[in-house]
């Protein structure tokens, strides 16, 4: 009888570290969250900065405790993943944490402080950290070629951003000295001592754009190679990076094939566990690691190969192109991959070598349902209804809504609230929840399908009530504005080359019923819903790991040493990493459009209100420009 299999991922999120014991079919057998901390400058509202050994001690707890509750010999553990939050840590070029911070010796110092200093504590800028406003205007303002592969505007939440603004703040020789990596390739540096990265991360956070990929030209249709290496010298150089240049972008992980070596995702990273990580997760030195992805990336791993529904066909790659995959929490990712760039990003070889990821998402729904309910004048009674009944607020406002159909006569929830018009672009600030609390942020403004951060939230059909009634049919129409702005996304990405067909979900927001069904009408399509949909992500990490114990076994422990090896593994593979994901996910549960007496009634009202959602828009720009005119 053979030996059983196991596989752990591992993911960072923004507030914690988690771990997930998986077996060799996906089956979840244990999961384990710990808590990470932030820090926040006692004078700058902009930063955020967290710790890579707090992170990974975080990773280690979870990990011993999974180990622990499920018996599992760690020796049987093959294989570990990880994916992350795209932040930025840096490291001295023996890997020790090097200070992104500027906060002093006192706690209102806001001079350079630790900064750049060795050992220093917070090593890691936050995705969500905004320090680099003037970094990425200057980077967006030189119109290169590489902003064409992240949607023409490069976020200030970027890695490039933040590097240069530590180029700027930090003494010449400590920066020369640093290593910069997106988190989830530290990961995989820490647990290997291998500096190779991902394709994964350098593409999506690092403006790497990989040889071959071209930009075509709106104005003639020419279509112009960036680099033949995959960094642009002519990029770096304009925006002030110009030494990473004279190095070979050694400090970023080097020219694939010179002096770097860029892994697609899961392919096994060095020669697996140090014997230093080993014995800090509880494992075994020599456990396959795999090359690591962005969290959300780890998402669309972790859900779309799952058959559509039960007794459903298994799919194949292609199938994958129609399968628009959403991360929703407090905010939504959705994320398509094709064939050819389109739209968002795009992205290629972001984990699959040769195929495009492309990327948009919904700056704020979780968060969204939360703010429209806490601030209703209603919300407190509501609560306090909640701790008298044991049921959930959720569950109160559906029973109200419920009974509010019934005492209008009218036929669904849509009819209740037709004449109430929400658009859910409101911006939001960046709110620390204690100084070393959990996080609570968001973009600003409109992500996706606009790029617009102008865009801001409306109302209209406001009444002059404050009961449970009012804040019930405001939670409705929030769910509703949710579903309308999805089908305004997936419209965009189907106008432009896309043939999505169905959405798969994962994260928190997956499990709001009223929602899902919401969306599936509104957008006239399934959704499928994975039996842990919150362990998704890490599920995702879990079969990177699965992927790279196969190669490893494969090539009978020989390690990926070149970019020449690394590429002809990924030829010799082909689609392996879809077989390692179709055979480790379960068929999800499948929402339907609605098909009862009423549904066609809904959707006809839903088509309209997402005419009026569409005009909503246009009205907001118009009158945008009105005022601009006047001021």
């Known amino acids: 009888m053979s030996e059983m299999e196991y596989y752990i991922g591992f993911d960072v999120g923004t507030g914690s570290g988690r771990a997930c014991l998986v077996d060799k079919d996906g089956k979840l057998l244990a999961e384990h969250s710990e808590a990470t901390l932030t820090h926040r400058s006692p004078t700058d509202h902009r930063i955020f900065e967290q710790s890579t050994s707090n992170i990974w001690s975080s990773l280690s707890k979870c990990c011993k405790k999974i180990l622990s509750e499920s018996g599992i010999d760690p020796k049987q553990v093959k294989g570990i993943g990880f994916d992350a939050t795209c932040s930025l840590a840096v490291v001295n070029r023996q890997g020790t944490p090097v200070s992104v911070s500027r906060t002093g010796e006192s706690e209102t110092d806001e001079k350079d402080g630790n900064l750049g200093k060795e050992g220093g504590e917070w090593n890691v800028v936050l995705w969500a950290d905004h320090r680099a406003e003037e970094e990425a205007e200057k980077i967006n303002s030189t119109g290169e070629g590489v902003l064409g592969f992240v949607g023409k505007t490069m976020s200030l939440e970027m890695e490039v951003p933040k590097t240069l603004w530590l180029s700027k703040h930090m003494a010449e020789d400590k920066f020369k000295n640093c290593m910069f990596f997106d988190l989830p390739d530290w990961l995989t540096y820490n647990a290997t001592a291998s500096p190779a990265r991902s394709a994964c991360s350098l593409t999506c956070k690092f ?35 110009d030494q990473m240049v004279k190095d070979d972008f050694d400090q970023l992980g080097g020219i694939p094939g010179k002096n770097g070596l860029v892994l697609s995702a899961g392919q096994p990273v060095g020669k697996g566990l140090s014997k230093a990580a080993a014995e800090s997760l509880g494992l075994v030195e020599g456990t396959a690691v795999g090359s690591g992805v962005i969290d959300a990336y780890a998402g669309w791993i972790g859900t779309v190969a799952a058959a559509a529904g039960e007794g459903q066909d298994k799919p194949t790659l292609d199938d994958a192109s129609s399968r628009l995959a959403a991360i929703a929490g407090t905010s939504t990712c959705h994320i398509a991959q094709s064939k050819e760039g389109i739209l968002w990003g795009p992205y290629r070889d972001a984990v699959f070598p040769g195929l495009w990821m492309n990327e948009g998402g919904q700056s704020s729904t979780g968060q969204l349902i939360d703010f429209m309910m806490q601030t209703h004048p209603a919300y407190p009674k509501l609560v306090e209804l909640s701790k ?62 606009l790029a617009d951060p102008r865009m ?30 999805t089908r305004h996304i997936v419209d965009e990405m189907n106008a432009k080359g896309h043939k999505i067909d169905s959405i798969y979900m994962s994260g928190s927001q997956a499990k709001n019923g009223p929602l899902m069904r919401l969306l599936s009408t509104v957008l006239s399509m399934p959704i499928i819903i994975p039996p842990q949909p919150s362990a998704a992500v890490v599920l995702g990490a879990a079969m990177l790991g699965k992927y790279a114990y196969d190669i490893t076994t494969q090539r009978q422990g020989k390690t990926l040493t070149t970019q020449d090896e690394a590429e002809n593994a990924s030829k010799e593979n082909g689609n392996k990493l879809w077989d390692v994901m179709v055979s480790m996910t379960h068929p999800g549960k499948r929402i339907d459009p609605r098909n009862d007496q009423f549904g066609e009634r809904e959707k006809s009202l839903l088509d309209v209100k997402y005419k009026i959602f569409r005009e909503a828009v246009e009205i907001q720009k118009r009158w945008r420009e009105m005022i601009a005119k006047a001021v």
């Open 456 to 485: 801001k939230g409306s109302i209209v059909g406001l009444t002059l009530d404050d009961s449970l009634n009012d804040l019930a049919a405001k939670f409705n129409v929030t769910l509703e504005a949710i579903a309308l702005q």
């Open 207 to 241: 403006s790497f754009v990989p040889p071959g990929a071209k930009m075509v030209h709106e104005c003639d249709g020419g279509q112009e190679e960036i680099s033949k290496d995959g960094w642009s010298s002519r990029f770096f150089n304009k925006i002030g990076l």
């Open 388 to 449: 008298k009944s044991g049921k959930s607020t959720f569950e109160l406002l559906g029973d109200r809504l419920d009974e509010m159909m019934k005492e209008k006569g009218v036929p669904t929830l849509t009819h209740l609230t037709k004449d109430l018009h929400f658009y859910p672009d409101l911006p939001t600030v960046l709110k620390p929840n204690g100084s070393h609390g959990t996080v609570l942020t968001q973009l600003i403004g409109n992500r996706s399908p």
